[in-house]
């Protein structure tokens, strides 16, 4: 049986791997960097002959998620310059089945195979089985999706609520939120919660104490709250904080009753400092609906390969076009 061909590709690395169609175990897993390739065909041919997929065993069906809007035929990379057409790919490369989804509807749809040994519980709770997930993600921007298990398959619930407008809870975050306006005007949630994000909740903190800067990147200020420094510590237990605000937030929008998975690349790196921080409290301090978020598991998602499973399953999922 010829394998199918998955992917999640974002603005740096190109993760490609092959499934057995109808499966969602993907296998022969490599990570290109796209800065080596012209666009996505030159990348897959590479990766195809690198696992002797080629031939009579060259895949026919594929399934790519991208890190950039995807619902137009030309598909323009945010982060990288690949520029290309649907048609084109699947043209070259002669798939018979070719399907292009966006990458955080890759990690809603990969969620649901996620095993149990890569869920780190932060809230324990009782999901309900036949409810909307929540699935949230800080990392270059903020992702957030849905996933609702239909009669027949698992249904994505695409979402740009990373943008909606940040909601200060206290004085403090009034603060943050002038210091936010200064530079940007208009601040969504995803100005705070990225990467970017961290690094100037850090400045803004340097500005409030009349400190200089020690940290120039939102990876130095990780490790400088690990070593210790005041400043940097503040910064990434608020973003957790602000975090848990619009998880909390997004819940009760969404009746999230399935439960939260926290995606992304961020988290994982801050598991340790999950429980010292207030993400929690925020997340459930939502006045007479506390109660509703208190009893909704919350987990970290730390799987590898998480988008590839939701390639693996948007290819033959009858919801995803």
């Known amino acids: ?8 590709i974002g603005g740096t690395n190109a993760r490609l791997a092959l499934v057995i169609p109808g499966d969602t175990a993907p296998y022969d897993m490599h990570n290109l960097p796209c800065a080596d390739y012209a666009g996505p065909t030159e990348a897959i041919k590479d990766y195809l002959q690198r696992v002797g997929a080629i031939d009579e065993m060259a895949p026919q069906e594929a399934c790519l998620a991208f890190a950039c809007p995807v619902h137009h035929e030309r598909v323009r ?11 084109d790919v ?7 089945v070719f399907k292009v989804i966006n990458d955080f509807t890759a990690q809603a749809l990969g969620v649901p195979h996620v095993d149990e040994a890569h869920l780190f519980e932060v809230q324990a709770g009782a999901a309900e089985p036949h409810a909307a997930r929540l699935i949230i993600g800080p990392g270059t921007g ?53 990467g970017q994000g961290l690094f100037e909740l850090y400045l803004a903190y340097c500005e409030f104490e009349g400190a ?57 790196r801050l598991l340790d400092w999950l429980p010292a921080s207030a993400l929690v409290e925020a997340f459930n301090a ?21 988008g590839l499973l939701g390639a693996a399953e948007a290819l033959h999922n009858e919801e995803v076009f």
């Open 212 to 268: 200089a800067p020690r940290f120039d990147t939102p990876a130095e200020v990780s490790e400088g709250a690990d070593a210790g420094d005041g400043l940097a510590r503040a910064a990434l237990l608020r973003f957790l904080k602000i975090l848990g605000d619009v998880c909390g937030d997004a819940t009760l929008t969404l009746g999230a009753r399935g439960g939260v998975y926290l995606c992304g690349g961020i988290l994982p």
């Open 90 to 96: 699947q043209a070259a490369l002669g798939f018979s």
């Open 286 to 306: 939502k006045g007479r609906m506390a109660r509703y978020n208190a009893e909704i598991p919350i987990h970290v998602v730390t799987h590898p390969w998480t």
């Open 142 to 194: 903020l992702g957030v999706a849905g996933v609702f298990p239909g009669r027949h398959a698992w249904i994505p619930l695409p979402t740009e609520g990373g943008h909606v407008s940040f909601a200060p809870t206290d004085d403090h975050e009034f603060a943050l939120l002038r210091f936010f306006q200064r530079r940007h005007g208009r601040v969504s949630v995803e100005r705070l919660l990225c």
């Open 77 to 87: 990379m945010t982060n990288n310059p690949w520029d290309f057409n649907k048609s």
């Open 1 to 8: 049986m010829r394998p199918a061909l998955i992917g999640d």
